[in-house]
């Protein structure tokens, strides 16, 4: 059984009653932080621990908060995004849901860390009843005085507010989100400054996942240096997995990095195995926008190494045979599952959720999903797959924001992976209405092959 | 459902303001549209939109420019109840292509359509975040998920009846 350092109280009874969590043990990383460390020391510990943001990036947590600027009177805020809306992405729900206080610990402590007076959370506006299970923890954890002025009579002031979004994935990149916290279109903001210089209402600004703040709470309990030695090498701690797809046991596993991507998927721990005795077809581990692999580069890498749940083993064999840890979404299709119409889908979420701000995103986007529509409906041409790689390549890098990115790897890595697949859909416009193509060679343990 | 906003409404939406600093009372725009939203039928009329730009002492354009971009708040009345069926790639992997074909046909309408009693709206939308509880549909505020045929039917009863029971 993997160490839970997160989900462990989740399914006490009622831990989403104050009482119930500080029963359990809650708010005693508030405690060890407010009274027995400066702010530093608490940003220091996140270092040595070698958190690494949760939300998609794996950016080293503590080394974010470094960057923070300390301009003299001038208020910095803490701001959690919990706008989760990455295809295959549910874990912050689940958190949040289930154990709403922890979440609420990590934010005082990081507020601390960071000198935020007000800290805000984000939330993706369909989390509607979050929102109520937030603002009764927020309130529950203000009248036992761990929110308000003076906590813990230490001299530190800090409120929590829930700011709800209304319906769009780009705000969970930070940017957008600060934006949008300013009653703006999600339109990201050109990078420099940087929001730890300039964020919202043009003051420093931390924005961090919601998991990535709860996970502070632990490594304030153990220290950071405990706190490291779980995982491996620069995949510490413990991270939340969603996983969904045709497995039989979808839902939200945390595991601590070490297991492998072939006892996920089968094990009966985790995801139980391919759903109705079907086999393995294609996996895209860390939510949509990275990239899908076939069944032989998912459980071994290129090398012929076992393929680990972490950071380092994912991203083995970069684009053209690996994929990336991303935000944990692990999405799995099994043996029937079309690949044409997956990307199809995604290429669809993506240009309905392109802010319309850079030209190669806006209009890219489009002609993936029309492109893809196409040859999924049996209308394609041969031209079409080259025209497709040649539009994602055309986005990729040329936007202001990683949208445009993660509009392009899943298509990239679809013709890259399942040509074979594309060409079928092409070459059998009618059959191709009826069934889908299945199994092919790159089911095969033995063959890698990339573009 | 007419502007301006209840007594008690107004006192909720000072309360939004004040989470955010002073002058700064723009960034409520979200939450208050989502209130103006819930208030006033569901939908973000012209005049509902200039009522909450003056409430915010921001031009109206400012309003139009945030309700066109987020897909939550409605330009155009809705039915009673509106279905929001998630259609992105892990629900489409479980099944959502045959519910949302089902609702089309039981409520026989299109997806963007309301049925002629004004109940029901079919809405397709993009992934809700509940990838692993799929096919799932948003109704209201809260999530109906692991959808089959026979959960849809019995969420449509479940809307006729309270709707008839509300007459």
Redesign the interface.
């Known amino acids: 059984m993997a160490k839970k350092l997160l989900l462990e109280k989740a399914h006490v009874e009622n831990i989403r009653l104050y009482d119930v969590y500080r029963r359990e043990g809650g708010y005693r990383s508030v405690e060890k932080a407010l009274k027995e460390m400066a702010p530093d020391q608490v940003t220091d510990e996140v270092k040595k621990s070698g958190l690494r943001g949760r939300g998609g990036a794996g950016f080293p947590t503590g080394m974010k908060w470094s960057f923070i600027a300390k301009p003299e009177g001038v208020?910095r805020h803490l701001v959690c995004n919990a706008d989760?809306?990455?295809?295959?992405?549910?874990k912050d729900?689940y958190l949040m849901e289930f154990i709403p206080h922890l979440l609420i610990e990590g934010l005082i402590v990081s507020s601390y860390a960071l000198g935020s007076n007000?800290t805000?959370i984000y939330i993706?506006?369909?989390?509607?009843?979050i929102v109520d299970i937030l603002e009764r923890a927020i309130t529950e954890a203000k009248n036992n005085g761990w929110l308000g002025k003076n906590i813990l009579g230490t001299g530190f002031d800090c409120e929590i507010?829930v700011?709800?979004?209304?319906?769009?994935?780009i705000c969970g990149e930070e940017t957008a989100l600060i934006e949008?916290?300013?009653?703006?279109?999600?339109n990201p903001r050109i990078k420099p400054p940087f929001p730890a210089v300039k964020g919202v209402?043009d003051r420093p600004t931390v924005v961090n996942n919601v998991e990535t703040l709860a996970a502070v709470v632990p490594i304030i309990n153990l220290g950071g240096e405990e706190y490291a030695k779980i995982g491996i090498g620069k995949s510490t701690g413990t991270k939340l997995i969603?996983?969904?797809?045709?497995i039989n046991k979808?839902?939200?596993y945390e595991i601590d990095m070490t297991i492998s991507v072939e006892e996920f998927i089968f094990s009966n721990e985790y995801c139980g195995g391919i759903a109705n005795g079907k086999r393995l077809k294609a996996c895209?581990p860390g939510g949509?926008s990275v990239p899908i692999l076939p069944a032989n580069l998912l459980l071994k890498t290129a090398k012929g190494e076992t393929r680990i749940m972490n950071y380092e083993s994912l991203s083995d064999g970069g684009f053209a045979k690996g994929s990336m840890m991303g935000s944990g979404?692990f999405?799995v299709?099994d043996e029937d599952?079309c690949v044409v119409?997956?990307t199809y889908?995604?290429a669809?979420?993506y240009r309905?959720?392109s802010?319309g701000q850079c030209s190669p995103c806006r209009e890219g986007t489009g002609w993936l999903e029309k492109i893809l529509k196409n040859i999924e409906y049996g209308k394609g041409k041969m031209s079409d797959i080259d025209l497709l790689w040649h539009v994602q390549k055309n986005i990729e890098g040329n936007t202001i924001c990683p949208l445009g990115d993660a509009a392009a790897w899943p298509v990239a890595a679809a013709v890259r992976h399942f040509r074979d697949e594309f060409e079928w859909h092409i070459n059998n416009p009618v059959e191709c209405l009826s069934r889908n193509y299945g199994l092919a060679h790159y089911s095969d343990p033995l063959q890698v092959t990339t573009a | 459902m007419s502007i301006p906003f209840s007594e008690e409404k107004l006192k909720k939406f000072s309360e939004i303001v004040s989470r955010y600093p002073e002058g700064k009372q723009k960034s409520a725009l979200l939450p208050v549209l989502h209130l103006a939203q819930e208030e006033f039928g569901h939908w973000l009329s012209t005049d509902t939109m200039d009522y909450v730009a003056s409430l915010l002492k921001i031009e109206p354009i400012e309003v139009y420019e945030v309700a066109t971009f987020y897909s939550m708040y409605n330009l155009k009345p809705i039915g009673k109840y509106m279905f929001e069926v998630c259609q992105t790639g892990p629900c489409m992997l479980c099944g959502s292509d045959n519910i949302i074909d089902y609702i089309k046909q039981k409520l026989g309408i299109n997806v963007g359509e309301t049925t002629p009693d004004g109940l029901f709206t079919l809405k397709t939308t993009e992934c809700l975040g509940a990838c692993g509880y799929a096919p799932m549909m948003q109704l209201g505020k809260i999530y109906k998920e692991h959808l089959t045929k026979q959960k849809v039917d019995a969420i449509i009863e479940e809307c006729r009846q309270t709707a008839a029971l509300n007459n």
């Open positions: 208020p989760e809306s990455e295809p295959g992405t549910f729900r007000t805000y993706r506006g369909e989390y509607a009843w507010y700011h709800r979004g209304a319906g769009a994935y949008s916290l300013e009653g703006k279109r999600g209402w969603s996983a969904c797809g045709n979808p839902g939200v895209i949509s979404g999405i299709l599952q119409r997956h889908t995604l669809r979420f309905h959720e802010c």
